[in-house]
């Protein structure tokens, strides 16, 4: 068979522009784990570090000044959470980790529950392997903040809290001090595992499950942080927001919706970067959503979730951006099954 020169340009052409997108997805994931993975993490682990820290000078002398810096470490510790929170990939999948980091919602006070336990007999954590057998309910910033806020626990006058305190901080400082290691020394494909007979390279195979990991966060945003808690489809029950007791609720949303901006432009070329070759219009309409809904979620009262609000009003607030977030979370759906990523089932999603 004999081809025109027009014809065989034209397949080199498409065959050069496959393997420069490869290389761009390549580069991309890297950056994505060095420029954004990483340094979130190291954030995330420092912060923790430092809530160790004050939670072990709390105990040695508690006082008020003591206390209301060791709940201010806490704040600072879930801020840096809420950058890395919607990556349930690598890592941090060992060991339950991602679900021991934060055991919500925790709507049958389990938390609570077996923290009086560990409060009655703190010797127990000092048995070795404790914490590879431990409930996940007390091994992260869940059980922290129920130890700060809840009015079952009292860290100034009951020593026993405090030392659940201490013990429950230190390990969490731990775990994400491995996670954060583990995340240096590998790379994204390590975490990705490919069918016999693939053809799917493992740089783009994790880049989509990192995307869907992405969507699948965007539920969790716009259902269980937001609508549950309001009642927005159904009963009320302000206690299922996300760290209600230390009134984090909306700030972790607003963090969430910052952190969605940056990933799409983190890397040289970028996920926008790339989207706009292909995509250009969907690129820019999923660039303008990511910045509605972080100036909705802006414009919200600060006391949104803690305020004398009713149910009513409350929902008419959070239309805007519930709207907003279903509008983004459908765009990039779009924007990555048309630049060839396979977008399988949502499972954070409840529906």
Same mark, same amino acid.
């Given at each position: 068979?004999?081809?025109?020169?027009? /014809?065989?340009?034209? &397949?080199?052409?498409?065959?050069?522009?496959?393997?420069?997108?490869?290389?761009?997805?390549?580069?991309?994931?890297?950056?994505?784990?060095?420029?954004?993975?990483?340094?979130?993490?190291?954030?995330?682990?420092?912060?923790?570090?430092?809530? /160790?820290?004050?939670?072990?000078?709390?105990?040695?002398?508690?006082?008020?000044?003591?206390?209301?810096?060791?709940?201010? /470490?806490?704040?600072?510790?879930?801020?840096?959470?809420?950058?890395?929170?919607?990556?349930?990939?690598?890592?941090?999948?060992?060991?339950?980790?991602?679900?021991?980091?934060?055991?919500?919602?925790?709507?049958?006070?389990?938390?609570?529950?077996?923290?009086?336990?560990?409060?009655?007999?703190?010797?127990?954590?000092?048995?070795?392997?404790?914490?590879?057998?431990?409930?996940?309910?007390?091994?992260?910033?869940? &059980?922290?903040?129920?130890?700060?806020?809840?009015?079952?626990?009292?860290?100034?006058?009951?020593?026993?809290?405090?030392?659940?305190?201490?013990?429950?901080?230190?390990?969490?400082?731990?775990?994400?001090?491995?996670?954060?290691?583990?995340?240096?020394?590998?790379?994204?494909?390590?975490?990705?595992?490919?069918?016999?007979?693939?053809?799917?390279?493992?740089?783009?195979?994790?880049?989509?499950?990192?995307?869907?990991?992405?969507?699948?966060?965007?539920?969790?945003?716009?259902?269980?942080?937001?609508?549950?808690?309001?009642?927005?489809?159904?009963?009320?029950?302000?206690?299922?927001?996300?760290?209600?007791?230390?009134?984090?609720?909306?700030?972790?949303?607003?963090?969430?919706?910052?952190?969605?901006?940056?990933?799409?432009?983190?890397?040289?070329?970028?996920?926008?970067?790339?989207?706009?070759?292909?995509?250009?219009?969907?690129?820019?309409?999923?660039?303008?959503?990511?910045?509605?809904?972080?100036?909705?979620?802006?414009?919200?009262?600060?006391?949104?979730?803690?305020?004398?609000?009713?149910?009513?009003?409350?929902?008419?607030?959070?239309?805007?951006?519930?709207?907003?977030?279903?509008?983004?979370?459908?765009?990039?759906?779009?924007?990555?099954?048309?630049?060839?990523?396979?977008?399988?089932?949502?499972?954070?999603?409840?529906?």
């Amino acid at each position: 068979m004999i081809f025109s020169k027009k /014809a065989l340009f034209s &397949a080199l052409a498409i065959i050069s522009s496959g393997s420069t997108l490869a290389e761009d997805w390549d580069v991309t994931l890297e950056q994505l784990q060095s420029q954004f993975i990483v340094p979130k993490y190291s954030e995330f682990s420092q912060s923790a570090e430092l809530l /160790a820290s004050k939670t072990q000078t709390l105990c040695q002398s508690p006082n008020e000044q003591t206390l209301t810096e060791a709940k201010q /470490a806490f704040i600072d510790n879930v801020e840096d959470w809420q950058q890395v929170q919607w990556l349930n990939f690598g890592p941090v999948t060992y060991f339950m980790r991602y679900y021991a980091y934060e055991y919500w919602p925790d709507a049958k006070g389990v938390t609570q529950r077996q923290l009086r336990g560990l409060s009655a007999e703190p010797e127990m954590m000092q048995a070795p392997k404790f914490w590879t057998s431990a409930s996940i309910a007390v091994r992260g910033m869940t &059980a922290i903040e129920s130890l700060l806020y809840h009015g079952d626990f009292n860290v100034l006058t009951r020593p026993s809290d405090c030392e659940v305190l201490q013990a429950v901080s230190q390990h969490h400082a731990k775990t994400s001090e491995d996670v954060l290691k583990q995340w240096q020394q590998s790379k994204a494909t390590d975490w990705v595992f490919l069918e016999e007979g693939s053809t799917t390279s493992p740089q783009h195979l994790a880049l989509e499950q990192m995307i869907q990991q992405w969507l699948e966060h965007m539920s969790v945003v716009k259902d269980t942080k937001f609508e549950v808690p309001i009642g927005y489809n159904g009963k009320a029950n302000l206690k299922l927001a996300e760290f209600y007791r230390s009134e984090q609720s909306l700030d972790a949303i607003q963090s969430n919706l910052k952190s969605y901006r940056t990933l799409y432009h983190v890397g040289s070329p970028s996920l926008f970067d790339t989207a706009k070759t292909q995509q250009p219009e969907l690129a820019e309409k999923l660039e303008d959503a990511l910045a509605n809904n972080l100036k909705i979620a802006m414009q919200l009262p600060s006391d949104f979730f803690t305020g004398d609000y009713t149910q009513e009003e409350r929902v008419k607030m959070a239309k805007p951006l519930v709207s907003s977030i279903s509008n983004s979370q459908q765009t990039l759906t779009n924007l990555v099954t048309s630049m060839g990523f396979q977008i399988g089932f949502n499972s954070r999603d409840g529906d």
